[in-house]
């Protein structure tokens, strides 16, 4: 009884030697700067949406909401001005779709080599390779699709010139190439962190590497998928310097991918170069435009939120 007593005495005493009794040195201040870190995250948010709101309302007092989100025709800084935002819009989703279409495919593809098939000593090697990429000025790959890409595409095109100089197929293109890094580091990430015990069982089964990765990894794995898209998406479409040198500069309400076409983010950049004087209509649109856009990627990134949530995997 002696014995039971003493050892219980002997645990509660290093049970309470583990107990921490005072803050460690430094923590606080370390606590302190995560705090800020965050707060400053938050407050560049709520900076950018209270710059854009008052000159967007100050837009919209002069322009009909509906005409602007309806209109087929935008060309704000002529004599005539017409404020449709289709056009733009359209250009945008249509540079996107081909930049995802490049992307996922690609990147996932390259995931599940990183994660599944690849030996330590190979991933160590290609995917920092591949990172480096993401490292790339946007507007090298500008002039990359404007010079290489697009030149290639007419020589190859079966029927016709084929691309105009500016095009949305050669942007598109690059842009997916861009992203390609984004969409394979996090999805590879993710897959990394699947337990190894859901593929060993896999494997005891009869499972090829193969079935292993379509029906085990990608599946247990789909939330940091899915989440490695939406940002590869969400980069996608606010993108500049590609677009805008390869893309063109002419609004174009068009599905054709080989035409010339202006984007959101590409009149963005071109309005805002200072021509326009502050306060006039013209310097207006810049906010317009620029609210949508953050709408637009407010919902992606809200829809995106859901779908993790809902195919998240906890393992324990």
Do not use: H
Not at 69 to 82: E, H, I, K, V, Y
Not at 119 to 142: D, N, S
Not at 214 to 241: C, K
Request: glycine share 10%; aromatic share 8%.
């Amino acid at each position: 009884m002696g014995t039971v007593t003493r050892t219980a005495s002997a645990s509660r005493a290093r049970a309470g030697s583990l107990r921490r009794t005072r803050p460690r040195f430094g923590e606080t201040g370390i606590s302190l700067l995560l705090l800020l870190a965050a707060l400053v995250s938050v407050a560049t948010t709520v900076g950018i949406v209270v710059a854009l709101v008052q000159p967007t309302i100050a837009f919209f007092r002069q322009v009909n909401i509906v005409e602007f989100l309806t209109g087929l025709t935008w060309s704000p800084l002529f004599a005539n001005p017409q404020f449709g935002v289709l056009p733009l819009v359209s250009g945008t989703l249509v540079i996107t779709a081909i930049a995802v279409l490049v992307a996922m495919p690609l990147g996932l593809g390259a995931a599940v080599y990183l994660s599944e098939y690849a030996r330590p000593r190979t991933r160590k090697v290609v995917k920092p390779t591949l990172e480096v990429l993401a490292g790339i000025p946007t507007v090298v790959y500008g002039f990359f699709a404007l010079s290489a890409v697009t030149p290639f595409l007419r020589s190859i095109w079966p029927v016709g010139e084929g691309p105009e100089v500016f095009n949305a197929l050669a942007a598109g293109l690059v842009m997916g190439i861009m992203i390609i890094p984004t969409v394979a580091s996090l999805s590879e990430d993710a897959m990394s962190a699947v337990p190894g015990g859901l593929r060993e069982g896999a494997y005891a089964l009869g499972s090829s590497k193969m079935q292993v990765a379509q029906r085990v990894v990608i599946p247990a794995a789909v939330s940091g998928i899915v989440a490695a898209f939406v940002l590869g998406i969400s980069r996608a479409v606010g993108e500049t310097m590609i677009v805008a040198i390869a893309a063109g500069g002419q609004p174009n309400l068009s599905w054709n991918p080989i035409e010339g076409m202006q984007t959101m983010t590409a009149f963005i950049a071109a309005a805002g170069m200072g021509d326009q004087p502050t306060g006039s209509l013209g310097y207006k649109t810049i906010f317009a435009v620029g609210s949508l856009l953050f709408v637009m990627t407010f919902v992606m990134n809200l829809v995106s939120i859901r779908l993790v949530r809902k195919f998240r995997e906890v393992y324990e």
